[in-house]
C-alpha cells in the first residue's frame, strides 16, 4: 500500500483561517438575522482603483486578439514587471535590487509556503510568537518542526521567539541558532514595526551566524514613520541573508486578484550553490507564471495615477485603524499595532482567552476578529482586528462593542 | 552555516523547455533576419475566445464596484466553477465525482509538480519513458528520485515504463510495485491515447497492488475517437485509487490565464487518512485560491456558447495536426500522434539524435520543436512537433521541411 507524507497528520486542527470561517458561517446560519461585521481575515473590502481596473480592461482586449494574444508568461515574470518593482521598490529607496533578482508570483502566501522547499530538511526554523499560520504549517508539512506539544501550544523543533508587551512585540535574538528566520514587519498579527536599527541588527546577527532570513514584507505600504524600514535591503549586508516576500495583496487591494513577488538576491549563497538558481528552477519546474492581465495590472501600480490611487486605499484603511485603535483606546482597552500597520492588537478583558473573546465578540457584538493563540501561544490574551473593513463597518462594529 | 536542499543540485541542466528557450534566442539574436516557427513548447497561437473575453470584461467590473468586489477567494475554488465542473466534464460522463472533489487551481503544471507532496518521502514513482519532465524533476527535489545516472539518463529509484513503438506508446504494467504511478493520457509528448480497456487495467493493477495513479487528462479535449476515455473516473475503482488533473490552457487557450483543476476523491484513502483532506489542507496552508476573474472565464467556458467557442479553437489546431502528421507522412517520415492529440511524434531521419535534430531543423528551416530525448531515454531519436500553431505557421513550417 502506498504511504502518505504523515507530517500532515501532525498538524492540529485546521488552517486558522478556515477554522474561523467555519465558525461565523455556522453563527450566521443559526442567526440569520445578525449583521455579522468582520474584520477578522485579513480581507480587503474596497474595490480596485480606476488605474488598474482600466489596464486589466485594456490587458483583457489584448488576449481577445491574435496579434496581441499572450500565451505562457516567462516562469519568473514579464520584465516590464520586473524593471519596474526593480526600480520602484527598491532602487528608488537606495536598495541594490536588479530585475532579475525579482521572482513574480500569485502571491506572498504562496511563495512564504514554497520558500522553504530550498532548505535542508533538517534545518531549524525560528518564528516569532505570535506568528502567522503559513511559515509553520509550511514547516510541518515538511517535516521540520519535530513535534506538537498540545499543552504548550509549541513544536519541539522550532525555535520561538516570543513577541511581547516587555519587548514591544519586536523579538530579541534567539538564544539557539537557527537556520531559517522568518521576519514580518510591519507585524502580522501584532501590527509592530520594526526600527532600521533594530533590523540592521537582525541582519549582522545573520550574517554572523550563516542564518537566512525570509523577511515578509507585505505591509510595507502602510509604514508611516520615517525609522521604519520599507525594504530588508536597506540594511546593510542584507543581499548575501535576506529573502523578502512582497504582496499586491493589502496595497493594491489584490486579495482575489493575486499577485506577489519574492526578492532572492546573487549575493544569497550557500559556497558554491545560488539560491537565486534554486528559487529559478523551482519556478521553472514547479509554476508557470502570473496571469499576463494580472501582471499588467500589477505594473499599472507604479504609474503616476496609480501610485496615487494605491495611496488613496492606504489611506482609507489607516482612518479605519485609527478609528478602532482610538475608540478602543477611549474604551479602556489595552491596543497595539495600527500606526505603521493595518492590524489592531487589543488586550482581552477581564482575563478572557483569545477564543471566549472571539464568541464573546461574535454572539454579544456579532463582530469577527480573529483570536490572538491562533498565531502562538504568546497570542494568547490578545485579539486582532482588521482596518480592512469599510468606515461606516469599522465605525459600527465600534460602537457594538463600546455597548458591551 | 545553513544548508539547502541539495536534492537542487542533482537535477541535470535546466528544465527542459528553459533550455529550448535560451537556444532559440541565441539562434535568433545570432540570425535576426530569420523568422523562427515555433512549434516546440506546447503554448497556443489563438486568441481567447469571444464567450471568455465577455466574462472577464464582466469580472474585471465586478471588481470595480464595492458592492460586486471579491477579495480572497475559497482556497478551494468557488463553488459555480466547482460545480460546474463536476456537472460538465464528469457526471454528464457518468463519473460519479461531486463539486467538493474538485480543486481549482492556477493550472495543472502546479498542481502536477505539488501532488507528490503527498505522499511519503520513501515512496516509490513509476513513469512513462518519455515523459513530460515535471513528474520526475517535482520528485527528485523532494529526494525521491535517488541519484542520476548521465550515461544512461535514469534515476536509480525511479521505475521508467518505456513507451516505444512497440507498444504503441502505451505502457506496460511495471516489473516492479510502484507507490505512484504518473499517467499522461492523451499523452504528452507521443500524442498516444489510451483505450478505456487498457486504463481498466491500470486501475484494476492500481487496486489489486495499493498504488495511486496520478492521471494527467490536460489533453482531454483533443480527443477524437470513441473507444478513449475522457476521464479515469470512466474505468471502475478509479475513485479509490486515482487522482485527475486536468487544465484549461490547451483547450480554451488559457496557457497565459492561467487555471487547472484537480480532483481527488473522497474514497482515495489511506487507512484512516484522506487524500482529499490532505489536498484542501495544502491548499489552505499553502495556496490562495485562483482569481476570481478568472475563475469566471473559466466557467464561461462551459455555457453553451462558451462550449462551441472552445470546440472551434480545438478543431482550429487539430486542422494543423492533420497538415503536420500528414504532411511529414508524405514526406517519408515516421509520425505517431496527432489524432486524440495536439501532439505529433515523429522518428529523426538518417539516425540523428533529437538534439542533432533540434539543431538541423532550427539552423535549416527555422523550426523549433522539442527533441524526444528530453523526455526521456526512450525519447532518444524521436521529435516532437505541437499543432499548436497558426494555420499559416503550421504549413509553412511543414514546406521548409520538405526543402531540407
Request: aromatic share 12%; charged share 20%; hydrophobic share 40%.
Amino acid at each position: 500500500m502506498f504511504k502518505i507524507n504523515d507530517n500532515y497528520q501532525k498538524l492540529p486542527g485546521s488552517y486558522l483561517f478556515s477554522t474561523i470561517a467555519k465558525k461565523v458561517a455556522a453563527f450566521t446560519e443559526a442567526n440569520p438575522d445578525k449583521a455579522v461585521i468582520r474584520l477578522g481575515i485579513g480581507d480587503v473590502t474596497q474595490p480596485l482603483t480606476a488605474p488598474v481596473i482600466s489596464a486589466l480592461h485594456a490587458a483583457v482586449d489584448e488576449m481577445a486578439d491574435g496579434a496581441t494574444f499572450h500565451g505562457y508568461a516567462p516562469d519568473l515574470g514579464y520584465a516590464f514587471l520586473r524593471e519596474t518593482i526593480a526600480e520602484n521598490d527598491f532602487r528608488s529607496r537606495g536598495c541594490d535590487i536588479g530585475a532579475d533578482e525579482i521572482f513574480v508570483s500569485d502571491g506572498a502566501k504562496c511563495d512564504s509556503g514554497n520558500i522553504q522547499e530550498l532548505f535542508a530538511a533538517d534545518s531549524r526554523i525560528a518564528v516569532c510568537d505570535p506568528v502567522y499560520p503559513v511559515y509553520v504549517d509550511s514547516n510541518v508539512m515538511a517535516g521540520r518542526a519535530g513535534t506538537y506539544d498540545a499543552a504548550t501550544g509549541y513544536w519541539s523543533n522550532v525555535i520561538y521567539m516570543p513577541c511581547t508587551e516587555a519587548n514591544g512585540f519586536v523579538a530579541d535574538l534567539p538564544k539557539e541558532r537557527p537556520d531559517i528566520i522568518y521576519l514580518c514587519f510591519p507585524n502580522n498579527p501584532t501590527g509592530a514595526a520594526i526600527t532600521k536599527t533594530q533590523l540592521q541588527m537582525w541582519v549582522d546577527y545573520a550574517r554572523k551566524e550563516g542564518c537566512v532570513i525570509i523577511y515578509d514584507a507585505a505591509y510595507e505600504a502602510y509604514i508611516s514613520e520615517d525609522n521604519v524600514p520599507h525594504s530588508i535591503y536597506e540594511c546593510e549586508g542584507a543581499r548575501e541573508c535576506a529573502i523578502e516576500i512582497r504582496s499586491f495583496s493589502k496595497n493594491a487591494g489584490f486579495t482575489g486578484v493575486r499577485l506577489g513577488y519574492t526578492v532572492v538576491p546573487k549575493d544569497l549563497m550557500c559556497g558554491e550553490a545560488s539560491l537565486r538558481d534554486m528559487w529559478a528552477r523551482r519556478h521553472g519546474t514547479k509554476y508557470n507564471g502570473a496571469p499576463y492581465i494580472i501582471q499588467r495590472a500589477g505594473a499599472a501600480c507604479y504609474t503616476e495615477e496609480g501610485r496615487a490611487s494605491i495611496m488613496g486605499l492606504v489611506e482609507y484603511y489607516m482612518e479605519n485603524a485609527k478609528t478602532i485603535y482610538d475608540g478602543l483606546k477611549k474604551m479602556g482597552y489595552t491596543v497595539y499595532g495600527g500606526v505603521n500597520s493595518p492590524y489592531i492588537w487589543l488586550k482581552t478583558i477581564d482575563g478572557m482567552s483569545s477564543w471566549d473573546f472571539f464568541d464573546y465578540l461574535l454572539e454579544r457584538a456579532n463582530v469577527v476578529g480573529t483570536p490572538g493563540s491562533g498565531f502562538g501561544p504568546n497570542g494568547e490574551g490578545f485579539f486582532r482586528l482588521t482596518a480592512f473593513g469599510t468606515h461606516e463597518n469599522s465605525k459600527a462594529a465600534l460602537e457594538r462593542i463600546a455597548k458591551l
